[in-house]
């Protein structure tokens, strides 16, 4: 027997802060100041806060902050941030403004060590709005939006956790080719052969991995995507599965690219058209997203949303319109393990599951004050995905508030936290995540821009959408998962990652 357990580099203790979770970050006191008219530049100016951000000797929790502007024609597009010029008057903890190469986005971070609640005065960011398209800043409408992720640093790892798939929330998953249902380890060299074993079906070809040096697709030891996204890169995971206020966001400030071929429509009849596209048909399950007039309305903002699908295609939408990308199944189970050795059937808090059949809809999980955000559950352990009932609050069946589960007397264990502090992995809603075979084609270096698509891809990153089985849903097991993404029920879900910037 293969045992290579030894060559995961660190077995830690969780150390990480594991305080209240809640989706909290806040941005204030929105406005533009020194407009430079010649070199058709302006500082966008906002406060922000978010609690329990914290900095230690494993990694740290990150503020991304995209902005949409729109011009007086009534078009949304997608702000590019200078590299340079970005600055905090005043903050309670020693941060730092990161904008990668690409200027979609700003990543804000604590650069020393510690922990508490980021109150932020006077964020800087210097807008080169002439680089947009825009010639002076009359009439212009600004929104900053920011959402919590977190730092997954670079490093082994393993994959697949020596469970049998089982049928019950795990129809597949990735085992040595060789050992039985033995995990292996992603490190600096090429693994050893893997593959997707199925419940029913057949075992997919062998593949092989190298953390730095991409993806070997038919195990014939020569690479063929170097830019896989392999989980043994460093990349930041949003700490959160999208919201629902965060679904709302999107929907309202959607941006067409002026070369798409509906450009030429009024923005408001896009907007409309392609948000109702994005929308489920028959919404139920806790979604709590209407369309007033023109304007999308979540009454549940911080809860997770569901119905978001690889089918319906609003995953790709979503994640190209906030500068981010979708994940790899590899980076999934990094995301929830970090080093540690796996436990067979574990969930993201790195215990066993126990549950190897569906737990019946007669499991009713009581939710304390009104859903609004400050709601509370009462259950000692974090529920999988699954049709529960909800009593308390607004009742029904469906997804609850992103980071529920995560209190201040809560563990690693009874949160179902990820090794680096991420929330809801194997919790609350089901998410995408994509296969590595059999469409490896998913790049570490490629994000959204901003700007979808008019057309039923929805994104014009082409590597991300794949009309078959490319997506599978991670439900409550960290390895494993369902076998095809063709879902649309109101259960899933959807959390997007963006690769580290080369400066961190
Ligand atoms: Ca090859
Ligand atoms: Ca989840
Ligand atoms: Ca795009």
């Not at 204030?28 to 914290?54: C, E, G, R």
């Not at 058209?273 to 369309?291: A, E, M």
Request: aromatic letters at 12%; one cysteine or more.
């Amino acid at each position: 027997m293969k045992r290579i357990f030894t060559l995961v580099n660190i077995v830690l203790l969780i150390c990480i802060a594991f305080n209240v979770y809640s989706n909290n970050i806040l941005v204030q006191k929105v406005a533009l100041t020194d407009t430079d008219t010649v070199n058709k530049s302006v500082l966008i100016n906002f406060d922000l806060s978010w609690s329990n951000s914290w900095r230690d000797d494993i990694n740290w929790d990150a503020a991304w902050v995209i902005v949409k502007f729109k011009k007086p024609n009534g078009h949304w597009g997608h702000a590019n941030f200078s590299v340079n010029g970005n600055t905090i008057d005043s903050s309670n903890a020693q941060m730092k403004i990161t904008v990668p190469a690409d200027k979609k986005g700003a990543f804000i971070y604590r650069v020393q060590k510690g922990n508490g609640d980021n109150l932020l005065t006077k964020v800087k960011i210097l807008w080169n709005y002439g680089s947009d398209g825009i010639s002076n800043l009359s009439d212009i409408e600004v929104r900053v939006f920011a959402t919590e992720m977190v730092y997954v640093p670079g490093g082994s790892f393993a994959v697949g956790d020596g469970a049998k798939p089982d049928g019950y929330n795990m129809a597949t998953n990735l085992r040595n080719a060789a050992y039985g249902y033995e995990y292996l380890i992603i490190n600096d060299t090429l693994s050893d052969p893997m593959v997707r074993t199925p419940l029913n079906g057949s075992t997919s070809p062998a593949f092989r991995v190298d953390g730095i040096r991409g993806l070997d697709k038919n195990s014939d030891g020569i690479i063929d995507n170097a830019d896989y996204p392999t989980g043994y890169k460093p990349f930041y995971c949003m700490k959160y599965e999208t919201s629902q206020g965060q679904f709302a966001d999107f929907l309202n400030t959607i941006s067409l690219d002026s070369t798409d071929a509906n450009y030429g429509q009024t923005a408001s009849t896009y907007l409309l058209i392609l948000g109702q596209q994005l929308f489920p048909v028959n919404p139920g399950n806790r979604f709590t997203i209407s369309r007033q007039d023109s304007v999308f309305l979540a009454t549940r903002p911080d809860r997770a949303c569901n119905y978001l699908t690889a089918l319906a295609k609003n995953i790709y939408a979503f994640a190209d319109w906030a500068g981010l990308r979708p994940m790899s199944e590899l980076e999934f189970e990094k995301a929830c393990r970090g080093p540690l050795a796996p436990v067979a059937f574990e969930n993201a808090g790195g215990t066993f599951v126990g549950l190897t059949s569906p737990p019946t809809n007669t499991i009713t999980l009581t939710l304390s004050g009104e859903e609004n955000g400050t709601e509370t559950i009462t259950s000692t352990f974090a529920v999988p995905p699954t049709a529960f009932k909800i009593s308390g609050g607004d009742g029904g069946s469906g997804p609850l508030r992103v980071g529920i589960f995560a209190t201040p007397n809560s563990t690693r264990i009874s949160s179902a936290s990820s090794y680096y502090g991420i929330q809801d992995l194997t919790t609350n809603l089901s998410e995408y995540v994509e296969f590595c075979v059999p469409k490896p084609d998913l790049t570490y270096s490629t994000h959204g821009d901003g700007y979808i698509n008019s057309s039923y891809r929805y994104t014009n990153i082409t590597t991300w959408v794949e009309e078959t089985t490319a997506y599978g849903l991670k439900s409550n097991f960290v390895s494993g998962m369902y076998g095809t993404y063709m879902n649309t029920d109101g259960n899933s879900g959807f959390r997007g990652v963006r690769s580290a910037p080369a400066e961190n």
